[in-house]
């Protein structure tokens, strides 16, 4: 299976369930791999034809810059939903960490892997 990634993308967005989160912007980094045939592009060298990971990459920008939820849980199902509906992507694995959330540690979060995975 071919992989398209897009690695440490990092968003500032309301994140948390705490009071005082909920008045500020918390950094998050998405490292999103995602399924897709390359043999076509790699045949035609046209964008159009490919995974525009730079599209992806604005879409999620906009999309987590102003959303305001209080679990990451629910931020990944809800860019992991974009990525499927809107792009076209049978699977896709997508880790979010929240950056310097717990003291001692560089970062939390959640790994979730959506759809059907084929060789």
Do not use: H
Request: net charge negative.
């Amino acid at each position: 299976m071919d992989r398209v990634f897009i690695e440490d993308l990092r968003i500032d967005t309301v994140i948390g369930i705490y009071d005082w989160e909920r008045t500020i912007k918390q950094t998050i980094a998405l490292d999103i791999e995602m399924a897709f045939d390359n043999t076509r592009p790699a045949a035609t060298d046209r964008i159009e034809d490919t995974l525009d990971y730079k599209s992806v990459s604005k879409r999620l920008i906009a999309f987590v810059g102003e959303s305001r939820f209080e679990l990451v849980e629910t931020l990944a199902e809800r860019c992991a939903a974009i990525i499927r509906d809107e792009f076209g992507v049978t699977w896709l694995r997508l880790k979010l960490s929240k950056l310097g959330a717990v003291t001692g540690s560089r970062a939390v979060g959640v790994i979730i892997e959506r759809g059907e995975r084929t060789p």
